[in-house]
């Protein structure tokens, strides 16, 4: 009777749309090594496109194409990139992904035209609708290197396609392990943009230095004046998606080293949450775990980008302690708004920022460097000014969003000419 009612269960959550959907690509997945099997199981139909939607590319030229809808990096990254195509051609592109999330709604409040298909990296066969969609834009711009899986399907369907790539070692690695047709999907591309230095020695494995140019992402200045806790206390912030990769974890050990008269002066916010993966859900059960045991810290979910400024403005102290992290946003955006950037050697900032005289650095992965700069600055609280001061010429040098536009148009010219 219980295995009856499980599949009871599950044939009822066949009704909606988007569980078939899920469930054919599933069997798919299963039976693509089977093929007398195959044909009996065709791609599903794609209510993805609307005749309003088939018609987008007349007008709005330019598809973005992300690998998720969430309040992550590189989906903010081509939130940057619509705005500066806009100020550019005076035309919004539309934005494309499988996966629905919470920044959908932040492009779609400046209005951008947004697209959600399941099956945008998972066609095993070609689907007319999502081909004659692609084919009507006139230019294709895939962000991050987890979206293969649409280079891979769309590849001479999709005009001038450009590929801008936002990982480093960790996201080759697992890319490679699954995509061992990177070389083909590279040369598919007219031009490769790389949103840091550290990306250029891993994607020469796979294309010439000549198809490859750098491209750091431009934010909007919306710094805010900078609003002390009234406690007085010195507040320290990390925020990211909670995952290995982000060393949240590296935080808190350095936290701990402290010794309680220093921590007495501080408050550390953790801002995040989880990805849709197994180890990103157990690590962030294991921050919260260690974090319930230091009564200085406070942990907050992601959230949206107007509440974050908010907490920005908040902030003495912005900490990244990436593991691997090309050029983070949330380093870029506390730059912008004067915090003392006290960041890991691994991330692409690093390569930027001068310790004690724009930031403070410490060796990736050690807690005990970090924690000797968390205590020198809560001793020395009077440097915060000069080096915030100085962390915020450094947005002005590279991440002005004036700037990204001009380097936007001479790779779009470059690349056409």
Known sequence: MKKLYKLLYILRSLKTTKNRIKF????QEYTKSIPELSHFFPTPSNTAYSDEMLNLGASSKILLVVHEFSRTGAPYAALYLARALFSLHGVRATVI??????????????GFPTVVDP????????????CSFVANFEQVIVSSLAA?????????????????????????????????DL??????????????????PLALQYTSQDKLHLLLYGCNDSAMPHRPHESGKMVFSIVGSMEPRKGQDIFLNAIERL?????????????????AYKASEVFYKEVLTQAARIPEVECFESMPQDKL???????????????????????TEGLMFSNVCLCSSAIGHAQLLQHRKDALLFTTESAEELSEQMAWLLQNPAELAALG???RRLYEKYFLMSSFTNNVENLIQNTHT
Not at 24 to 27: A, D, K, V
């Open 24 to 27: 054919l690509i599933m069997l």
């Open 97 to 110: 992904s499988p996966k629905d999330g919470l920044i959908r709604q932040e492009f779609e409040q400046e």
């Open 119 to 130: 099956l945008l990296f998972n066609y095993a066969t070609y689907s007319s609708d999502a």
């Open 148 to 180: 293969f899986g649409f280079i891979r399907y769309f590849r001479g369907i999709a005009k001038h396609l450009t590929w801008w790539l936002h990982e480093t070692d960790t996201g080759f690695t697992s890319v490679a392990n699954i995509a061992t």
């Open 183 to 200: 070389p083909l999907l590279f040369a598919c591309c007219e031009s490769i943009w790389l949103c840091s230095p550290l990306c250029f």
């Open 259 to 275: 010794p309680q008269t220093l921590r007495d002066k501080a408050i550390f916010r953790v801002i995040g949450s989880p990805l």
């Open 309 to 331: 400024l908010d907490f920005y403005a908040q902030t003495d102290v912005l900490v990244s302690a990436s593991r691997d992290d090309p050029m983070p946003i949330v380093v």
């Open 389 to 391: 001061a100085a962390g």
